[in-house]
């Protein structure tokens, strides 16, 4: 089955405790990104990727780390967690690039709670 | 202001009324567009891209105006299936995703 998996799904952490969220496709797409979602402000893309080793910042990269070694994987790191990083977050990867109209398959999200 | 701007809602309409949604971008550059569907606490799921000819899909419709940077979504006959967050998306420039807050929709038997 196509898809996009994230793990985990839910996470409580406390203030500055580094933590990984994994994201994973099966799709063979080559752009993948990071989304937040909080109330009244809709999803805001934190990190993009176009392909291996080709990552950028989207409008919320402050507080959050990416890598893409593999095409597969695209985990979000938060060295230091805030609680004004508590969200929730969602992964998508696309075939290609949005501009050429490919549609975002997205993850089941990860809700991330930081006391 | 936000580059891409959508009235929150909410909508309440009863079963069978048609309901149209509108969202403005900022970006003159941008390059497509399209509209996804949230369900509570659920990932988006695309609901159908927006071309510049305007696009139909049953008893859905997107309309395209690149001079007055707006796009619209059209939705006749509403289900109570229909019931859900409609986000306006737009490629901000580049690779960049810009989404918009989402239209919250209520449809009533």
């Known amino acids: 089955e196509a898809q996009v998996t994230q793990n985990p799904r839910y996470l409580i952490t406390v203030t500055g405790k580094k933590l990984t969220v994994t994201c994973s496709q099966n799709m063979n797409h080559e752009y993948m990104s990071w989304y937040r979602q909080d109330p009244g402000l809709g999803l805001r893309q934190i990190y993009y990727?176009?392909?291996?080793?080709?990552?950028d910042k989207g409008d919320v990269p402050e507080g959050y780390k990416v890598s893409r070694k593999e095409k597969r994987n695209f985990p979000l790191i938060l060295e230091s967690p805030s609680p004004n990083q508590t969200s929730l977050y969602f992964c998508?990867?696309?075939?290609?690039?949005?501009?050429?109209?490919?549609?975002?398959?997205f993850g089941p999200g990860t809700r991330l709670t930081v006391l | 202001r936000k580059e891409v701007e959508q009235d929150p809602g909410p909508f309440n309409v009863p079963e069978g009324a048609t309901v149209a949604f509108n969202c403005t971008y900022s970006?003159?550059?941008?390059?497509?567009f399209f509209w996804y569907r949230q369900d509570c606490r659920k990932e988006p799921k695309l609901l159908m891209s927006?071309?510049?000819s305007g696009n139909e899909d049953g008893r859905f419709t997107a309309q395209l105006n690149r001079a007055s940077q707006y796009i619209s979504l059209l939705i006749r006959d509403s289900k109570l299936s229909d019931s859900a967050t409609y986000l306006c998306v737009v490629n901000g420039g580049g690779f960049k995703t810009i989404f918009g807050a989402g239209t919250r929709l209520f449809v009533k038997a």
């Open positions: 990727s176009m392909n291996v080793e080709v990552t």
């Open positions: 970006n003159s550059a941008s390059q497509s």
């Open positions: 927006v071309y510049s």
């Open positions: 998508a990867s696309s075939p290609l690039a949005l501009s050429s109209y490919n549609e975002q398959f």
